[in-house]
């Protein structure tokens, strides 16, 4: 790591320590995080941001010790922590007495002679656009070393695959929002990408988190729905049943999910329900039919995104009806059902249990299709319920945990996509021409490609980071949260820059960066809303509460 990059980490992380401990006292570790959303929010972001300039400027290292030593990369993990700590400056300088932290803090740290001087170096506008003419000239490639021989393999074998399988039916399927085909899941099958972090015990290959994050980027980079979405699905369920499941469930259900056997579909959203969960309505009363035992679904839906080609459901359901109980009345079943290609579909069960979807239009993330979904009295049998009898009213605690793995997995399908729009744009600026000369020759291009490869390599780094936290440890819940957190923005702001980037043509359906834009726009939105994501999770992993 350059002295400078080091000098300005280390204020960076005293001064974000100090606004962290001075907000647990502010809201009683947490438990007051409600009565100070805004003051929380704020610090859950800055300390976020500092957990991802930490993590490239780790990476940044970890590649010149590794013999690898990039000067681009280390000029980004310095540009990058330049950038977050001048931000976390001018933040607690505008709000001095929320955050906290104390003069003799940040006369020593971020207000310091030395660090200014390093800030001011580091970012300084030159070396980003020195940056963004080296983007520029490698046409935005992803070259970023990774450590393992294995996860550099299924890189450079996931890459194959996606550009030259998915990417040419990317647009198709978006332009005419049409389900991801089967030869892409026969393909993902084929290629054992369903059952990545899968144990091996239970059929998986059992790589671990951080080659499936690989594989998603690049799957997301030639589309985010149709293909690189596919994984996630299943992630949440696995780790909720490797939680939570009986032997015997794990047995019956996980070889078939790894094999790609068995699609999955996500049901915890509810039309009048959404970030607050524990107040899911959707009923699965005890029940029997013809002799077997198991529970009645009765109720709404929301969202399930692949509830047509599904073949089950992990579905969150009121098995006690006292709403009092909130999340404690909550259990989580596996939905067996047909599955359906199109926008609509109707299931009757010769015991007359129904189950109607119907697909809700959207502007991008078009491929897998998210339907509402109205269960009638659906029958399921009692062995479903994951954790079988024990499980009762766990459902809300495996369904967190199944998406600490989901958000871990959008880390990577974010970093994907704006992988997508840095590679068309920095193509885009070197050959569209204005004013006698590429677009990419100005100053302002370079500047901007090389602030979106900088944020881009943070959210890489970031999520790989989360990846290898949570190998060691699958319960974890605060990095796989910041890294969805961070990346989902990046892709956000990463796109809308390459968008700008392409003036008028980035407006238009048939320049990808159109469709990336719209894609890209509703990663905060699932898996937690980015304003929950930041108060109920990370501020409360933060602080407490
Ligand atoms: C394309 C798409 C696919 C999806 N796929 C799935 C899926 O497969 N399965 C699934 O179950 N769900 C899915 N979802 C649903 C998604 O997870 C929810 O939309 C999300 O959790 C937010 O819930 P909501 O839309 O009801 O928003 P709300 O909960 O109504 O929140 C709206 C806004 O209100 C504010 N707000 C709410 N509560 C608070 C609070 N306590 N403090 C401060 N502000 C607050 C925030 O600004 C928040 O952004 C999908 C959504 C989309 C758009």
């Given at each position: 790591?350059?002295?400078?990059?080091?000098?300005?980490?280390?204020?960076?992380?005293?001064?974000?320590?100090?606004?962290?401990?001075?907000?647990?006292?502010?809201?009683?570790?947490?438990?007051?995080?409600?009565?100070?959303?805004?003051?929380?929010?704020?610090?859950?972001?800055?300390?976020?941001?500092?957990?991802?300039?930490?993590?490239?400027?780790?990476?940044?290292?970890?590649?010149?010790?590794?013999?690898?030593?990039?000067?681009?990369?280390?000029?980004?993990?310095?540009?990058?922590?330049?950038?977050?700590?001048?931000?976390?400056?001018?933040?607690?300088?505008?709000?001095?007495?929320?955050?906290?932290?104390?003069?003799?803090?940040?006369?020593?740290?971020?207000?310091?002679?030395?660090?200014?001087?390093?800030?001011?170096?580091?970012?300084?506008?030159?070396?980003?656009?020195?940056?963004?003419?080296?983007?520029i000239?490698?046409?935005?490639?992803?070259?970023?070393?990774?450590?393992?021989?294995?996860?550099?393999?299924?890189?450079?074998?996931?890459?194959?695959?996606?550009?030259?399988?998915?990417?040419?039916?990317?647009?198709?399927?978006?332009?005419?929002?049409?389900?991801?085909?089967?030869?892409?899941?026969?393909?993902?099958?084929?290629?054992?990408?369903?059952?990545?972090?899968?144990?091996?015990?239970?059929?998986?290959?059992?790589?671990?988190?951080?080659?499936?994050?690989?594989?998603?980027?690049?799957?997301?980079?030639?589309?985010?729905?149709?293909?690189?979405?596919?994984?996630?699905?299943?992630?949440?369920?696995?780790?909720?049943?490797?939680?939570?499941?009986?032997?015997?469930?794990?047995?019956?259900?996980?070889?078939?999910?790894?094999?790609?056997?068995?699609?999955?579909?996500?049901?915890?959203?509810?039309?009048?329900?959404?970030?607050?969960?524990?107040?899911?309505?959707?009923?699965?009363?005890?029940?029997?039919?013809?002799?077997?035992?198991?529970?009645?679904?009765?109720?709404?839906?929301?969202?399930?995104?692949?509830?047509?080609?599904?073949?089950?459901?992990?579905?969150?359901?009121?098995?006690?009806?006292?709403?009092?109980?909130?999340?404690?009345?909550?259990?989580?079943?596996?939905?067996?059902?047909?599955?359906?290609?199109?926008?609509?579909?109707?299931?009757?069960?010769?015991?007359?249990?129904?189950?109607?979807?119907?697909?809700?239009?959207?502007?991008?993330?078009?491929?897998?299709?998210?339907?509402?979904?109205?269960?009638?009295?659906?029958?399921?049998?009692?062995?479903?319920?994951?954790?079988?009898?024990?499980?009762?009213?766990?459902?809300?605690?495996?369904?967190?945990?199944?998406?600490?793995?989901?958000?871990?997995?959008?880390?990577?399908?974010?970093?994907?996509?704006?992988?997508?729009?840095?590679?068309?744009?920095?193509?885009?600026a070197a050959e569209r021409k204005q004013?006698?000369k590429a677009i990419g020759d100005f100053?302002?291009t370079?500047?901007?490609?090389?602030?979106?490869?900088?944020?881009?390599?943070?959210?890489?780094?970031?999520?790989?980071?989360?990846?290898?936290?949570?190998?060691?440890?699958?319960?974890?819940?605060?990095?796989?949260?910041?890294?969805?957190?961070?990346?989902?923005?990046?892709?956000?702001?990463?796109?809308?820059?390459?968008?700008?980037?392409?003036?008028?043509?980035?407006?238009?359906?048939?320049?990808?960066?159109?469709?990336?834009?719209?894609?890209?726009?509703?990663?905060?939105?699932?898996?937690?809303?980015?304003?929950?994501?930041?108060?109920?999770?990370?501020?409360?992993?933060?602080?407490?509460?």
């Amino acid at each position: 790591m350059s002295t400078e990059t080091t000098t300005i980490l280390k204020a960076a992380r005293a001064v974000i320590d100090e606004a962290i401990a001075a907000a647990k006292k502010t809201t009683q570790d947490g438990k007051g995080i409600d009565d100070h959303q805004v003051h929380a929010e704020r610090v859950a972001y800055a300390a976020t941001e500092v957990a991802a300039a930490e993590a490239l400027a780790a990476y940044a290292t970890d590649r010149r010790t590794a013999g690898q030593g990039d000067d681009t990369t280390d000029r980004m993990a310095a540009a990058f922590a330049g950038e977050i700590a001048a931000k976390l400056r001018a933040t607690i300088d505008a709000n001095d007495d929320d955050f906290g932290v104390s003069s003799a803090v940040l006369d020593k740290t971020l207000r310091a002679a030395d660090v200014r001087a390093a800030i001011c170096s580091a970012q300084h506008e030159s070396r980003l656009r020195e940056i963004g003419r080296d983007v520029i000239r490698t046409r935005g490639a992803n070259n970023a070393y990774i450590d393992g021989d294995i996860a550099e393999m299924v890189r450079d074998s996931a890459r194959q695959f996606a550009r030259k399988d998915v990417a040419p039916i990317a647009e198709r399927i978006h332009r005419h929002d049409e389900m991801v085909p089967e030869t892409i899941l026969q393909a993902m099958r084929d290629l054992g990408y369903f059952g990545m972090s899968i144990p091996e015990a239970y059929g998986g290959q059992g790589m671990g988190n951080l080659p499936m994050i690989v594989i998603t980027e690049e799957l997301s980079c030639a589309s985010l729905a149709a293909a690189g979405s596919l994984i996630t699905r299943p992630e949440i369920l696995t780790k909720a049943l490797v939680k939570g499941g009986t032997e015997a469930q794990k047995q019956h259900w996980l070889p078939p999910v790894a094999a790609g056997d068995l699609m999955v579909g996500i049901s915890v959203t509810e039309p009048d329900t959404g970030s607050d969960v524990a107040s899911v309505r959707c009923r699965a009363e005890r029940g029997e039919q013809s002799g077997q035992a198991g529970f009645f679904i009765s109720g709404a839906k929301a969202w399930c995104t692949f509830a047509g080609r599904a073949n089950v459901l992990a579905l969150l359901a009121r098995t006690n009806p006292d709403m009092k109980l909130g999340a404690k009345g909550l259990s989580l079943f596996i939905v067996p059902k047909e599955a359906f290609d199109g926008h609509e579909f109707a299931i009757k069960q010769p015991g007359g249990g129904t189950l109607d979807g119907t697909a809700d239009r959207t502007p991008g993330y078009r491929g897998m299709h998210s339907f509402t979904l109205a269960f009638d009295r659906y029958f399921v049998p009692a062995e479903n319920l994951v954790g079988e009898a024990g499980g009762e009213g766990k459902g809300f605690y495996l369904q967190m945990a199944g998406f600490a793995a989901g958000r871990l997995q959008t880390g990577g399908r974010a970093s994907g996509l704006a992988q997508a729009a840095l590679e068309v744009t920095a193509t885009y600026a070197a050959e569209r021409k204005q004013f006698g000369k590429a677009i990419g020759d100005f100053q302002l291009t370079q500047y901007k490609l090389g602030r979106m490869a900088t944020h881009l390599a943070a959210a890489r780094q970031i999520t790989y980071a989360a990846a290898r936290a949570m190998d060691e440890n699958e319960s974890i819940v605060l990095e796989p949260s910041m890294a969805k957190l961070f990346a989902c923005d990046v892709a956000v702001w990463v796109t809308q820059e390459g968008q700008l980037v392409h003036g008028g043509w980035g407006y238009a359906e048939e320049f990808a960066i159109s469709r990336y834009v719209v894609d890209a726009q509703v990663l905060p939105i699932f898996e937690g809303v980015k304003p929950i994501l930041e108060l109920k999770v990370i501020a409360r992993g933060l602080l407490g509460g």
